[in-house]
């Protein structure tokens, strides 16, 4: 499995951006998928995860209300509308794919928000 990352890239205060991601291969039997944050000198925090079957989300509580993930289960692919962005919401995102308990990671993309 390979989690494939779009999206991303430079946003105003305030402002939006929506990342998305592709788990290709052998994506049956996906758990969930979701997306962690990594910002430079602090360990990679949980941003929002998806049940695949039922679709419940899981978010940190730095983005509920702001952040909305949704995913389509056929296509095997999530989608993270940022929106009422701030500075510290920037880090390298990365999508998170759970097959069975085994662990999948992107390779990461790059979200700057500006003050």
């Known amino acids: 499995v390979q989690p494939v990352e779009s999206g991303g890239g430079l946003a105003q205060f305030g402002g939006s951006l929506t990342l998305s991601c592709a788990a290709s291969?052998?994506?049956?039997?996906?758990?969930?998928m979701g997306w962690f944050r990594q910002a430079p000198g602090r360990q990679r925090d949980l941003v929002a995860v998806?049940?695949?079957?039922?679709?419940?989300?899981n978010y940190a509580g730095s983005v509920r209300g702001r952040f909305t993930a949704s995913r389509d289960n056929v296509k095997n692919t999530v989608t993270l509308q940022m929106n009422s962005l701030k500075p510290e919401d920037t880090a390298v995102y990365y999508c998170?794919?759970?097959?069975?308990?085994?662990?999948?990671w992107g390779q990461g993309t790059q979200v700057t928000v500006s003050s």
């Open positions: 291969g052998s994506s049956s039997n996906i758990n969930a």
């Open positions: 998170y794919v759970n097959v069975r308990g085994v662990i999948y």
């Open positions: 998806t049940t695949m079957s039922d679709g419940s989300t």
